[in-house]
């Protein structure tokens, strides 16, 4: 089994709000980076599957807020591929301050493959290359390194 | 029972993104700018309650996606207040397609009362004029018109 | 010569930062919200223009920034076409508050027509329709009715 | 003279819009993202001049776009300080794409320093280390190491 470093993201000044905190929902969208990421670590791209014509749109989305992160503060993004058969997956996301080493969110997204009309698309018949990256994906675990 | 509208927003084409579809992050933006539009419709303001030093930032959130929004589309965004207990409260949204009528997704956020420094206040008590428009909320039924 | 309304914008809250104010950054989107409405105001509307492969990419833009807008604010932008050549154009903006009546920001954008593969496109003769509308936005003027 | 590398930022999906490339007002943000950056690589930090009451509000920005970013490039930004007299700043921008090396972007952003109230600072007298900070960068030049 890998062992992938989490995604690292340096909170910009454009993501903090009035109340001095990152608004919340950039943490949608530091899970987005952390997937191309997550992706490019096992040797695949999400521009590449992109340029197949294979889409994969967000299903469904959630985050809970343990405690906020600021303007200053790196944060780490340790994603996971919980369940992919082909057709569907779903990830979850743990995000740590790197200084602090607290928990600050957790959360999750669901996906499909789809082509740019939004037909579904299986991977395992017409794509392989993308079937057999995303299993590895399956066995992959984020981790700090020791 | 008092009858508000829905809030309504067109989409703005840097909404968008290269699926040519609605980034899924700002379907948390628009459940912001709803329950902004939500409090201003009972006769109270947000910017009147931050004035006062009273937070409520979000716990969590989540949002199911059904069909996209793109641009040239208008949204209607139907929030509920679904629990208040002065001090948390929580939130569920449908958006809705103006044209269509389509029901595009469905969401929630959970959110508390917090000062500056993040620490929690109790409205009944520290201020019974958000807790009686809260109150309002918990009663206010959106919907169109006829 | 017609006379339109400006555009009207509230500022959100996720367009906020921890300075407390407005992000400059958005000041451009409400620039690009306000060109969507104002080509919308004589009768053309941006998503149709795209439907049909017309794309008009920013080719520069600037914003001064005079006095900050902040949660609570709504803005009013004034969009004034200067230029129009059939094949480029460009636009200025003054973004005045509602209440205050002060002058907040003005700046300016310039665009070309350009198909999907970012192709110029003449819009005189190959999208009149195209052409007719930006001829009645040269003379349209912008502002707060009596 | 101290040679600093550009800033590098990975194209996040999010960024760009239905047009297919990165929306133009995310320019600025990565303009503030080389700024941070440009601090810290002289050893002082944002976050510090922040936490002392320093803010570094917007007076200007523009940006002239040469060529479209894309969902999968690099780019590389230069920032340079143009001007700073203790009390106000400009810095340039020039934006390069890390694979084809072509100038995608040019900018610039005008600033002074002000305090929580938008009074304005005179680090000089009010802030030698800040005044030292910024005398050191009018004396950076960012480069590609050899």
């Given at each position: 089994m890998s062992v992938i470093s989490p995604y690292e993201h340096k909170v910009c000044y454009?993501?903090?709000?009035c109340m001095r905190?990152?608004?919340?929902?950039n943490y949608l969208r530091w899970f987005e980076e952390s997937r191309v990421y997550f992706l490019d670590a096992i040797g695949y791209s999400y521009a590449r599957m992109e340029s197949l014509g294979v889409l994969s749109p967000v299903l469904g989305a959630f985050c809970d807020y343990k405690s906020p992160a600021r303007f200053g503060d790196t944060v780490l993004i340790f994603p996971k591929l919980n369940e992919f058969n082909g057709f569907k997956f779903s990830v979850s996301y743990e995000v740590i301050g790197k200084e602090s080493g607290a928990l600050l969110a957790t959360g999750g997204t669901r996906h499909c493959f789809a082509d740019g009309n939004m037909r579904p698309i299986r991977t395992k018949k017409e794509h392989p290359d993308i079937y057999e990256a995303f299993k590895k994906l399956l066995n992959a675990d984020v981790a700090l390194k020791k």
């Open positions: 454009y993501e903090t709000d905190i990152v608004h919340h929902s």
